[in-house]
């Protein structure tokens, strides 16, 4: 996984990313000069010498940002080396020569991930703004070096595996798990809530571009099954069986919004078979009285 993180705003907004990733300089981090800083003093230095670029920054408007921070991820049990390893070959070839970086390997968690936090401004004066095709070739481009380091490793588009819901933002996650409810949250269970108490099923029109997306996918899957049916190999034959497999094994076209309704249905008919049981129970003791 590549993934844009967020973007840090101003000085005191790249400083406490700059902390939060090393975890107030408690661990290593890997410079695009290939040094490696650690403790509160490498930290401070980093932080200084950032501050000191944004000051000379005169052309970046109040909102500009003064980094673009990624998380490059991978699933639990990869091998973490060649996990660091890889984000920094991937850190040299995409902004090396242009850009300067800070790159920090998180172990804490069962996904062994780097995160990479990429000054905006570059050395020839242009800004980084990566748009969706620039993402899908950094997650290429990654995918490639870990293949070089014998990590099984490849970039494929969300929608192509099936899965419609997008990934939620890391500052959601952390609040989500600080037990504070997101705006987002909120007013999406406040939505889906006035639909179910309502008995209204609102349509939204991405939902229908959604499913016929995804229908489209599935039904060129099944085409090249079909294709490779038709082959007189018998590795064709089994390759065709393995693609018709994972069509059916994709997940069900499910938005954001289907999941939090089906969830709030579920705890209302829960409720519903609570209170049904309250009132048998309670008959029952006032049998038992008389």
Known sequence: MVKITGRTKGVAHLKSHLAYITRNGELEADTEQGATLAGRSGLKDLQQRWEDDAGLDDKRRRDGSLSVNII????????????????????????GYNHDYVFVQHLDDKHPHVHLTVRSLGHGGKR????????????????????????????????????VRKADRGAVLAMRKRSITPDVDRLARKEVLSEVRGGRNSKHPWDEQIKSRQDAIRRRYLDYAAELQRSGAAGDHELARQVRQFVDDMPAIETRRHALKKELSELASSRRRDEKQDRRDKTRGDERIR
């Open 72 to 95: 490059l991820s991978m699933p639990a049990g990869t091998d973490a080396v060649a996990v660091k390893d890889s984000a920094r070959a991937f850190a040299i070839e995409t902004f």
């Open 128 to 163: 980084l703004n990566p748009r969706k095709a620039d993402l899908q070739a950094w997650r290429e481009r990654f995918a490639g070096e870990l293949r070089l380091r014998g990590i099984a490793a490849e970039a494929t588009p969300r929608r192509t595996r099936g899965r």
